[in-house]
């Protein structure tokens, strides 16, 4: 029952540094997401892909890039990292919304920290 | 829609009551509704679902209402307990520009319940 894995859970970069998140899930889900979390706040989305190779900006997608090259993963990728990207970030996917058990599975998060 | 950014409201609740959490949506062509509960340090979970052809749906000890009129969604839980102390979201399927599907999620609701 691995469901949605994302690694690392735990990630301190500098400022300036690049790094990528990883996200895999195998429940042969069409839709997958990343989100981050602030502190006591919302979950906001950065970028969304509804199929294999095909991705699209949520509301937060600046200074974010991804790829959607399997169905099975979805990364995150943050190629300069700033202060302002500390946060917890949750990888989600889903079948295609309307369909039975159509809802989001999220992973347990990484939690990043930029110094 | 729903505003992004800001901190979480919050609801404290005596244990044994039930609560009642509002969520308004967006999009009058969403016609899929979620509600996720998160818990300290983990990653949302899925609560329930309702599609935009019902009105109301129930769950253990828990009811979603929909008024696609007011574009307003609430959870209801029933004989709360204290492992109901978590962050609440509701989240609506939209269609983007170009055909996708995405979930996008309140801002978020913290219930607090008291023993």
């Known amino acids: 029952n691995a469901g949605v894995t994302q690694t690392p859970k735990f990630q301190v970069l500098k400022t300036g540094q690049s790094m990528t998140l990883q996200c895999a899930q195998d429940m042969n889900h069409n839709s997958m997401y990343w989100y981050r979390q602030d502190p006591g706040m919302g979950l906001r989305l950065i970028y969304y892909?509804?199929?294999?190779?095909?991705?699209d900006k949520g509301e937060v997608p600046d200074g974010y890039n991804v790829s959607r090259l399997k169905k099975q993963n979805f990364l995150l990728g943050l190629e300069s990292a700033a202060p302002s990207q500390t946060s917890v970030y949750f990888c989600?996917?889903?079948?295609?919304?309307?369909?039975?058990?159509?809802?989001?599975?999220f992973g347990q998060g990484t939690r990043l920290t930029v110094v | 829609g729903e505003s992004v950014g800001l901190h979480l409201p919050t609801l404290s609740v005596q244990e044994g009551d039930n609560s009642i959490i509002n969520c308004a949506y967006s999009?009058?062509?969403?016609?899929?509704f979620i509600w996720y509960k998160q818990e300290s340090g983990k990653g949302p979970q899925f609560i329930i679902d309702i599609r935009s052809n019902m009105d109301k749906r129930q769950g253990q000890r828990v009811t979603v209402l929909l008024n696609k009129t007011v574009k307003h969604l609430s959870l209801q839980i029933a004989a709360t307990q204290p492992g109901d102390s978590a962050v609440y979201f509701c989240a609506e399927n939209m269609v983007s520009n170009f055909g996708n599907e995405k979930l996008t999620f309140g801002t978020g609701t913290r219930l607090t319940i008291i023993p």
């Open positions: 892909s509804a199929s294999e190779g095909t991705t």
């Open positions: 989600a996917s889903s079948s295609l919304p309307g369909q039975l058990l159509a809802e989001a599975f």
């Open positions: 999009n009058s062509a969403s016609d899929y």
